[in-house]
């Protein structure tokens, strides 16, 4: 969501609300806390449709949950390979002083979507975070993008602008993408821009190595893509188009590649006079093979394609077989809902995993075969989950993936965060599928969300009992949070990033604790102890 002057972000604090029934996605009812993090019990294993093994097997992950403490927004997590966990934003709520916009009479700990920003790390698994300001300075707290580099542990940051401005992030300020690395755990940062790409909305980074003849990386292991939308805007064609960079020397400098999508005339023949359908928050995004080639997805006049490029990404041609153009199994549906659409990932093995959601189902298929072919469709929602309000997904190592998403059960109003996850994507794919294993990673008398929107935070305050509700978009109180985060690497321990609302009411005790403002909250499953 683009800044706005004054404006709160309706999204979510820690405390508060109504005690509503535990969920069966975890077993065993012992609870622990250490610092931030508290843990739930041991997580349930099931097949897809929520069936559950019996008896449980032994083994299980632990389900966990943690407050980084800072005030959150549109949520990323990443982990590193020293097992730092990077949860952004930590947003630092300072009312008009802080956001280089003209001065209202506001509390200075209003949250707005103009509130400067860092990164929260952990490196204890979520007992304790801290404050990280890439290149020394705070940024625009949403849109922002996050990656890690699954070969280096090179740190990516993308944010289109500091908050308040900072000379650190050269003459162009507001707007182009400045691209942040670091090699130490974001102890310190390299920075660039790209001013040719225009308040990018919540882009993608990837990397693999280079494709037979083409350029070859210099001072650095691996070929770097940055792929974002070129401005800021709800769904095509309001948003002009998506374009993808890539760098050869691990991001201190980068090549506009090929013009991906355009909402209006396409740019691939297959969709005729259908313009791609995009969004802030779709999945079509290139994911790398082991070769190199990359693969995307191409969704237009209500079918979703197959593309891969061998150039990296100059072109991204349909793929073709048997004369035909290669449709995926992705039901219709449109890009720009909340929570996003159909999602596709590739593993280091080269599995490829297509996510989606219908009604209020998650679903999973695997290929083997490089999109050939996929196996059936299975059921991912932790048993007894019968509603889904948003997701995302991530790979982890061979034949690892993982949802994170917020669900409830029949009855609930409540939004609670769940991790599903396994370790053996690729097994019983035409039977049974997959063990999953899930957990739910807040308390059941804590809840992320109090309705299907933020309920208590999210307001502007202009003094004590004195809150004023901006309409959507500006507070985000109708959604919670346009995205929720999702990481599953190195380790195979998956994560979820999401936010916390405060209460029911701005007037609820933990809304008063905390200002009204939101919480950044992150869970996991954890194997071996």
Not at 389 to 402: E, N, R, V
Request: glycine fraction near 14%; charged fraction near 15%.
């Amino acid at each position: 969501m683009r800044r706005q002057s004054v404006v709160a972000l309706g999204l979510a604090a820690a405390v508060g609300g109504a005690v509503v029934p535990a969920l069966a996605a975890t077993t065993g009812a012992t609870t622990s806390t250490t610092g931030n993090r508290t843990c739930f019990g041991k997580a349930t294993a099931h097949y897809a449709g929520g069936v559950r093994l019996s008896p449980q097997p032994g083994g299980a992950p632990t389900a966990c949950g943690t407050s980084t403490g800072f005030a959150s927004a549109e949520s990323h997590v990443v982990k590193t390979r020293k097992g730092a966990v990077i949860f952004t934003p930590a947003v630092i709520p300072s009312g008009a002083g802080g956001t280089d916009v003209v001065p209202v009479p506001i509390s200075p700990t209003t949250q707005s979507n103009a509130a400067p920003a860092g990164l929260a790390i952990t490196t204890d698994a979520g007992a304790s975070w801290k404050l990280v300001k890439p290149l020394g300075i705070t940024w625009n707290p949403t849109d922002h993008g996050d990656y890690v580099d699954p070969m280096t542990g090179r740190i990516f940051f993308e944010d289109y602008g500091p908050i308040p401005l900072a000379p650190q992030a050269g003459p162009l300020q507001e707007g182009p993408a400045h691209i942040n690395w670091s090699n130490d755990e974001g102890a310190t940062w390299h920075h660039t821009s790209l001013p040719g790409m225009f308040l990018p909305e919540n882009p993608r980074f990837a990397s693999a190595r280079a494709p037979v003849g083409q350029a070859q990386p210099v001072g650095y292991p691996k070929v770097t893509y940055f792929c974002a939308n070129t401005n800021v805007g709800f769904t095509s064609p309001a948003i002009a188009g998506r374009v993808c960079y890539r760098s050869l020397d691990g991001g201190s400098k980068w090549q506009k590649r090929a013009l991906l999508f355009t909402g209006t005339a396409p740019q691939h023949p297959e969709c005729g006079s259908n313009g791609e359908q995009y969004s802030a928050i779709d999945g079509n995004y290139p994911q790398p093979i082991r070769s190199g080639v990359l693969f995307v997805m191409v969704t237009c006049g209500g079918t979703t394609y197959l593309a891969r490029s061998d150039d990296e990404a100059g072109s991204f041609p349909i793929i073709h077989r048997g004369g035909q153009p290669l449709v995926l199994p992705v039901p219709q549906q449109g890009t720009g809902s909340i929570g996003g659409g159909a999602d596709l990932r590739t593993g280091p093995d080269d599995t490829m995993y297509l996510m989606y959601q219908v009604d209020n189902n998650i679903i999973l298929r695997v290929s083997r075969d490089l999109g050939m072919t996929w196996s059936k469709e299975f059921k991912l929602n932790a048993p007894g989950v019968t509603g889904v309000l948003k997701w995302t997904m991530a790979a982890g190592g061979p034949d690892q993936i993982s949802v994170a998403y917020l669900g409830h059960r029949t009855g609930e109003t409540v939004w609670d965060g769940y991790v599903t996850a396994t370790h053996a994507a690729t097994s019983g794919l035409s039977g049974t599928g997959p063990v999953f294993w899930s957990g739910r990673i807040n308390s059941p008398s804590r809840p992320l969300l109090f309705g299907d929107g933020v309920q208590g935070a999210g307001y502007i305050t202009l003094g004590r009992n004195q809150q004023l509700d901006f309409p959507p978009p500006f507070s985000l109180r109708f959604a919670g949070n346009d995205f929720i985060g999702a990481t599953m690497d190195f380790d195979g321990f998956p994560w979820g990033s999401f936010t916390q609302d405060c209460g029911p009411t701005p007037e609820s005790a933990g809304c008063v604790a905390t200002n009204d403002q939101t919480r950044g909250y992150a869970g996991y499953l954890r194997w071996g102890g």
